[in-house]
């Protein structure tokens, strides 16, 4: 990883954008709790360029216990109201507690003496290995609040907090403790207040339908990314970034306080210091598409690539073989050839029972099935195999699998059917990911697992599911949502389809989904046979589209009624556009072209009229940055355009 450009200041350089102050800009936001605040631990904190305050201090109860909040606005507008933040943690804290049989488990945050509270700025744009964007820029305000339980230094705990012009971000860091003390986390309770009126795209598990629900009675916890609309008209998506060691969070309802989610731990965590949790994030947009153009920020939160030598990772497109015989595997590397596909792959069973240990996943237990032959022949025609392994092979020979399969000359490995959410099996995960890349292998995890930007660390992670895709056969409302909720995330194997009669799109609309929905290792024909293609003419705009990026403009759209996406590589961009079960007339002014030139418009859309089992039309023409396009889509229908500049 290449930094091109880095600024750092701290301390006094900071001291315009801080007010050690804030009990006046706190009452005016919660009144009547000033008088209740604790001398000397507010903070008011910035976004660099000044729209978002984030505030936070600690004030004191009835009873006189001290408790930590926070609140955000954006240019004075409330994001966050007055907000809990609060661990739960079952260690002895102190002899005094011992002998007082304090609960500790269920009052950990309670009475934390702040020590310090330092500040600072960070500026630095780094190149990924790959994306949607060609650099990005991690520049954010910070604070951190060094705190001590009890008054004792057994017990220290620092909050940091970043404040970005996308949004904010906070995670709890225990320091290295030279008592050698072990935590147990059992609970998080961290709140994320909103005002009345609020709506979010509700998803029971990773792979769950979306639905827009108000903050009343929820059907149980609801996945993350978990995209809101704000009673005052903001769209914010709560996130968690930097999942590596730690149970992972959903959110759920307050049990006692109206229009309030707080997050839920999937279990406890059991660590030793030194140790973070995952950082909780906020991205904060004036509008919907905002969202999409910022979700850089949680890879921003992670850190930075571990893999030195990153050649051997390549992006680009694949196909599943339908049928797993030798004869069948060539003629799908033939079509994937004809397409411009990089990778094939053989879904599971291929080594026998995937749920057995029994199953060896070095060793082909299908007949007619000469992967050697196979893998060689992929080589002769430029493409690379990926090959499924379930769980509990992984978990079994993860220690020898992928070193194996580097001398067979695999390119990657799609897990499958992963336990996720508990600490074990995130540790489990992240420790996968880095033994694959310690042999050049990528990875896809499917099944139930998101990533929280670790991408950025282990690139070799390519791809994710942890979504509701074609091979469940979602209709068009669904995928007018995923670009603002799972899609924050980070990359996801849709498992795009084409010739499946049970799509319940368009074929332009299928075919945008290229452009729209991003992944690295992007998956066409999930469902599709060699035999049903019959020369179509506009799979061209599949042949030609990349699957990473230079630039990516989020150029229009709502959740759940249609998004339009226009993406750059090189001097090339490609656009895709679609909308939910509604017929939707739309407007693309083409100003993200480069000023002063003109491009060829290669334009497929839906025609019933074109007399093919498809219905695609394909138009030519030529346009520049000037011109608006104005496509009629229809019902679940899209449309697809790639730009070429005219030399």
Known sequence: MKIIKSRLSTGRKLTHLWVSAVLLCISATVPGLAQNIVPGTTIALHSPDGHIQLEFYQRSDSQNKKTLWYQVSYDQQPIIA???????????LSEKAMALKVDTHAHWFENLSVKTISRSSHDTTWIPAYGEKASIRDHYNAATVELIKDDNDIYPMNIEFRVYDEG????????????????????????????????????????????????????????????????NGFY?????????????????????????????????????????????????????????????????????????????????????????TTAAAKANIDFAAKQHLQYILFDWKWYGPAFSFGSDATKVAIPDFDLPAIISYAKSKGLGVWLYVNQQALLAQSDSLFRVYHQWGISGVKFGFVQVGSHRWTTWIEKAIQQAAQNHIMVNIHDDWRPTGEQRTWPNLMTAEGIRGNEEMPDATHNTILPFTRFLAGGADYTICYFDKRIKTTHAHQLALAAIFYSPIQTLFWYDQPEQYHQEPELDFWQHIPTVWDETRALDGEPGQFVVTARRKGAEWFLGAITNDDARDIRIPLSFLESGKQYNAYIYSDDPAVQTVTHVAIKKMTVNGKLILSPHLMPSGGTAIRFEPVN
């Not at 007055?82 to 002895?92: I, P, R, V």
């Not at 971000?169 to 207040?193: D, H, I, L």
């Not at 930097?242 to 006692?256: H, P």
């Not at 229009?259 to 210091?273: C, D, R, W």
């Open 82 to 92: 007055e907000s809990a933040l609060d661990l739960e943690l079952d260690n002895s």
């Open 168 to 231: 904010i971000a906070f995670r709890f860091y225990f320091p290295e403790n030279t008592k050698g003390t072990y935590y147990n986390v059992t609970a998080e309770n961290t709140e994320f207040s909103l005002l009345p009126g609020a709506h979010a795209w509700f998803a029971n598990w990773a792979q769950a339908p979306y639905y827009e629900l108000g903050l009343k009675d929820w059907p149980g916890e609801s996945e993350r990314p978990l995209t809101i609309r704000t009673a």
């Open 236 to 324: 914010i998506s709560l996130a968690e970034a930097g999942l590596v060691d730690y149970s992972r969070t959903k959110f759920r309802l307050s049990d006692t306080k109206p229009n309030t989610i707080v997050t839920s731990m999937a279990g406890g965590a059991q660590l030793i210091s030194p140790f973070g949790t995952p950082w909780r994030t906020i991205l904060i947009a004036k509008s919907a598409t905002g969202l999409i153009e910022r979700d850089h920020l949680i890879q921003n939160l992670n850190a930075p690539a571990a893999i030195s030598d990153q050649s051997w990772i390549r992006p680009g497109k694949i196909m599943r073989v339908m049928t797993q």
